[in-house]
């Protein structure tokens, strides 16, 4: 949905809120993270697979800011969580991209946990 153009550049609503400088950085983030509702947890033990499976995360989340899909999955969090990390998404459409592209890709080399969807 389109709101209004700066200097020539659409801005959507979402952006338009982001930007909102009553907010602060904290609720930014939680609006953020809210938006990426749709959760599935992975276990692979190889570190090299997890940075790949980071990489098919940036590709199948189309839009906003791709790093939160795969914020909190770094080498620390994955020992400490026995090798398990979880990636969010903001659409259905783009957690199944990943699921088909990561067994398409890498398959073996890890496994699904679980998924849900946060509401």
């Known amino acids: 949905m389109t709101v209004g153009v700066t200097d020539r550049v659409w801005m959507t609503k979402d952006l338009v809120e982001?930007?909102?400088p009553n907010q602060t950085d904290l609720h930014r983030m939680r609006r953020r993270m809210t938006t990426f509702r749709y959760r599935v947890t992975i276990r692979t033990d190889d570190l090299a697979?997890?940075?790949a499976l980071r990489g098919l995360?940036?590709?199948s989340q189309k839009e906003g800011p791709v790093n939160?899909?795969?914020g909190g999955?770094?080498?620390k969090e994955w020992?400490?969580?026995n090798h398990q990390v979880t990636f969010k998404?903001?659409?259905l459409q783009y957690r199944v991209a990943f699921l088909e592209a990561g067994?398409?890709?890498l398959p073996s080399l890890w496994s699904k946990v679980s998924q849900h969807d946060e509401s």
């Open 89 to 91: 998404f903001s659409r």
């Open 73 to 75: 999955t770094g080498e």
């Open 18 to 20: 982001l930007m909102d």
């Open 49 to 51: 697979v997890l940075c």
């Open 103 to 105: 067994g398409r890709l």
């Open 68 to 70: 939160t899909a795969w």
């Open 57 to 59: 995360v940036h590709c």
């Open 79 to 81: 020992r400490d969580a």
